[in-house]
């Protein structure tokens, strides 16, 4: 499922800066829609409410809505919010008494650090050993597991097979040879590559791509690196280059400028395969992103959501047995929210071996590509150094600033930030 439908804005950004904010308690409770009214389930009980922003593939609705219906412990009111207001609405419900008690998001330390998620290792720990590690880590911290992750989305290139052949450029390896391939794919009608409108959607591929991180294992800046300059400075120049397609209707997240022919490669989440195959049937290839410099490494971003529970909320526990039931105990319901609506990896080993929409073909292909060059998120990189690097991108790539000289201002703000988070 993409993370936002096409009313939305990026996928991370504009979430993550709103836990950010709520974290700092700087959201005000306002407004009017607080979530509540949505489609109750047919239990007797508690009432529980949770909240989903609205994914942009038919069907997720009523399938959230259909499973909340069958769970028979609690009254389960789905809360569906569209539009731009999702993260809003749900952080100014969260510091009120209207707030939900299941929510999703991504593993943000703000939130674990503000005791606004509740522990949930009881209910992951017995069957802990099935789960994606990295799924767990990225989501451990001081050895507890908050939220449960619903879906793996990894992301990388689309590029169409005939348009390659017809420019006789081959699917490149390396940053150098992805500039010369746009180049030469490049035509009056068509552009040779889409990176999404602003070039953040894959700002953090580029730091893995140069060989680095975003943070080391000690919490501290693995980003600033002369392999992340170098890469900087060949955005630069594909950014300028006149074959790259800037301003597309619609961002990196909806298949159409592939689709549309509006360019022959596009960045974009394995969510959008089953669009982009039923366009363009076998003319579709994926390709992780390329090597950075000496140092580089092939990388693949592997975004994704999670469940939390608001352990504020006044329903902690019924709301725990709920997520437990739902996104431990029914495996039916994991593989068809992770496989009916878009294609998704399931964190769960087991569901994922026995997924048979993604054992062949270009799925399979996208679950090698994920599991050969995947990176997650670092839940300490919180949305304070996720904005200090967007504006890396916007001076050094967008603009013609001096890339040492931006992440030296980068650096000066990641480094307040950790000192709040670890001291």
């Given at each position: 499922?993409?993370?936002?439908?096409?009313?939305?804005?990026?996928?991370?950004?504009?979430?993550?800066?709103?836990?950010?904010?709520?974290?700092?308690?700087?959201?005000?409770?306002?407004?009017?829609?607080?979530?509540?009214?949505?489609?109750?389930?047919?239990?007797?009980?508690?009432?529980?409410?949770?909240?989903?922003?609205?994914?942009?593939?038919?069907?997720?609705?009523?399938?959230?809505?259909?499973?909340?219906?069958?769970?028979?412990?609690?009254?389960?009111?789905?809360?569906?919010?569209?539009?731009?207001?999702?993260?809003?609405?749900?952080?100014?419900?969260?510091?009120?008494?209207?707030?939900?008690?299941?929510?999703?998001?991504?593993?943000?330390?703000?939130?674990?650090?503000?005791?606004?998620?509740?522990?949930?290792?009881?209910?992951?720990?017995?069957?802990?050993?099935?789960?994606?590690?990295?799924?767990?880590?990225?989501?451990?911290?001081d050895g507890k597991i908050y939220g449960i992750r619903m879906i793996d989305d990894p992301q990388f290139f689309y590029y169409r097979k005939s348009m390659l052949e017809k420019a006789k450029v081959d699917v490149p390896t390396t940053l150098d040879e992805l500039i010369e391939a746009a180049?030469?794919?490049?035509?009056?009608?068509?552009?040779?590559?889409?990176?999404?409108?602003?070039?953040?959607?894959?700002?953090?591929?580029?730091?893995?791509?140069?060989?680095?991180?975003?943070?080391?294992?000690?919490?501290?800046?693995?980003?600033?690196?002369?392999?992340?300059?170098?890469?900087?400075?060949?955005?630069?120049?594909?950014?300028?280059?006149?074959?790259?397609?800037?301003?597309?209707?619609t961002d990196f997240w909806d298949p159409s400028s592939l689709n549309q022919g509006l360019c022959a490669i596009q960045w974009g989440g394995m969510w959008s395969m089953p669009a982009m195959q039923q366009a363009l049937g076998d003319d579709l290839g994926i390709f992780p992103f390329p090597?950075?410099?000496?140092?580089?490494?092939?990388?693949?971003?592997?975004?994704?959501?999670?469940?939390?529970?608001?352990?504020?909320?006044?329903?902690?526990?019924?709301?725990?047995?709920?997520?437990?039931?739902?996104?431990?105990?029914?495996?039916?319901?994991?593989?068809?929210?992770?496989?009916?609506?878009?294609?998704?990896?399931?964190?769960?080993?087991?569901?994922?071996?026995?997924?048979?929409?993604?054992?062949?073909?270009?799925?399979?292909?996208?679950?090698?590509?994920?599991?050969?060059?995947?990176?997650?998120?670092?839940?300490?990189?919180?949305?304070?150094?996720?904005?200090?690097?967007?504006?890396?991108?916007a001076s050094s790539v967008r603009k013609n600033g001096d890339p040492e000289a931006a992440l030296d201002a980068c650096d000066k703000k990641v480094n307040v930030e950790l000192k709040k988070l670890f001291g």
């Amino acid at each position: 499922m993409s993370a936002l439908s096409n009313t939305n804005w990026s996928r991370r950004s504009l979430f993550r800066a709103a836990a950010g904010m709520a974290a700092a308690g700087t959201l005000a409770a306002c407004g009017s829609n607080n979530g509540r009214g949505g489609s109750g389930g047919s239990g007797s009980g508690p009432q529980l409410t949770q909240y989903f922003h609205a994914y942009g593939e038919a069907g997720t609705e009523q399938a959230l809505k259909r499973y909340a219906a069958a769970y028979k412990k609690a009254d389960v009111s789905t809360s569906w919010i569209t539009g731009n207001n999702f993260e809003s609405a749900l952080f100014a419900s969260l510091l009120t008494k209207k707030a939900p008690d299941v929510f999703e998001f991504h593993p943000q330390l703000q939130l674990v650090k503000s005791g606004q998620v509740a522990d949930l290792s009881d209910l992951i720990d017995p069957v802990k050993d099935d789960f994606n590690p990295n799924d767990i880590n990225s989501h451990t911290v001081d050895g507890k597991i908050y939220g449960i992750r619903m879906i793996d989305d990894p992301q990388f290139f689309y590029y169409r097979k005939s348009m390659l052949e017809k420019a006789k450029v081959d699917v490149p390896t390396t940053l150098d040879e992805l500039i010369e391939a746009a180049a030469k794919l490049t035509t009056n009608k068509v552009k040779g590559v889409f990176l999404g409108n602003d070039f953040t959607a894959i700002q953090n591929t580029l730091i893995w791509s140069a060989g680095a991180d975003t943070l080391d294992a000690k919490n501290q800046i693995a980003y600033h690196t002369p392999g992340v300059i170098e890469g900087l400075k060949k955005l630069r120049t594909l950014f300028t280059s006149g074959h790259v397609l800037l301003d597309a209707p619609t961002d990196f997240w909806d298949p159409s400028s592939l689709n549309q022919g509006l360019c022959a490669i596009q960045w974009g989440g394995m969510w959008s395969m089953p669009a982009m195959q039923q366009a363009l049937g076998d003319d579709l290839g994926i390709f992780p992103f390329p090597k950075i410099g000496s140092a580089g490494k092939l990388s693949v971003y592997n975004g994704g959501w999670s469940i939390f529970v608001n352990a504020k909320g006044k329903n902690v526990d019924a709301a725990k047995e709920y997520v437990k039931w739902l996104w431990i105990d029914q495996k039916q319901y994991q593989e068809d929210w992770a496989t009916s609506y878009g294609f998704h990896i399931p964190p769960r080993t087991s569901i994922a071996q026995s997924a048979t929409k993604l054992k062949s073909g270009l799925p399979a292909e996208g679950v090698k590509l994920f599991t050969d060059y995947g990176h997650f998120d670092n839940i300490g990189f919180d949305q304070t150094m996720i904005t200090a690097f967007n504006d890396v991108i916007a001076s050094s790539v967008r603009k013609n600033g001096d890339p040492e000289a931006a992440l030296d201002a980068c650096d000066k703000k990641v480094n307040v930030e950790l000192k709040k988070l670890f001291g």
